[in-house]
T-cell receptor, first 111, second 117 residues
């Protein structure tokens, strides 16, 4: 099935640093979701985006819906150890509630 | 409000057997989607059920099937298990109403870890 291109694949950063990751697709999406997954658990919804150009924040997390509708970005400011996990983007083309997922970004925060 | 629950959490089967996984969505949610997650392929969409009907289907063989009951609970069945079916199977529910994009936000359960020996 289709997957979104997510980068970087992994990141190792120092506590306190900012993080940026992005997701791109060859198709236009009408909804972008960002999830975080801890080992052995299901993904947890972080941020939802519905309009091109939209910028939405959730605490230290900020995500943007690209104006071309083919990409999205997630930024984490002032990272802390509990930010460790795998971050996924997901896009929906509104073809009936079917989401396509990115390949994931593994984040490691070094105290 | 209780979250999405999946049972069992862990399962070990042998090749050729069949397995049934269960998912209870968040109360009031009408859509249930199933995903297979493996290290090599990531999260792959299996199918989505809405009001007891399969509304979307991914590219998986017919050995993978599902159903949804009138209370929105869903089951997924895999017949004639193969080694490659070992994965984390995730279920996600959403309100799936009309008129608001937020009705499509999906909330995941903890998953069922299936190991096929």
């Amino acid at each position: 099935g289709q997957q979104l291109n997510q980068s970087p694949q992994s990141m190792f950063i120092q506590e306190g640093e900012d993080v940026s990751m992005n997701c791109t697709s060859s198709s236009i999406f009408n909804t972008w979701l960002w999830y975080k997954q801890d080992p052995g658990e299901g993904p947890v919804l972080l941020i939802a985006l519905y309009k091109a150009g939209e910028l939405t924040s959730n605490g230290r997390l900020t995500a943007q819906f690209g104006i071309t509708r083919k990409d999205s970005f997630l930024n984490i400011s002032a990272s802390i150890p509990s930010d460790v996990g795998i971050y996924f983007c997901a896009g929906d083309r509104n073809t009936g509630n079917q989401f396509y997922f990115g390949t994931g970004t593994s984040l490691t925060v070094i105290p | 409000k209780a979250g999405v629950t999946q049972t069992p959490r862990y399962l070990i089967k042998t090749r050729g057997q069949q397995v049934t996984l269960s998912c209870s969505p968040i109360s009031g949610h009408r859509s249930v989607s199933w995903y297979q997650q493996t290290p090599g392929q990531g999260l792959q969409f299996l199918f989505e059920y809405f009001s007891e009907t399969q509304r979307n289907k991914g590219n998986f063989p017919g050995r993978f099937s599902g159903r949804q009951f009138s209370n929105s609970r869903s089951e997924m069945n895999v017949s004639t298990l193969e080694l490659g079916d070992s994965a984390l199977y995730l279920c996600a529910s959403s309100p799936a109403g009309f008129g608001a994009a937020s009705y499509n936000e999906q909330f995941f359960g903890p998953g069922t870890r299936l190991t096929v020996l």
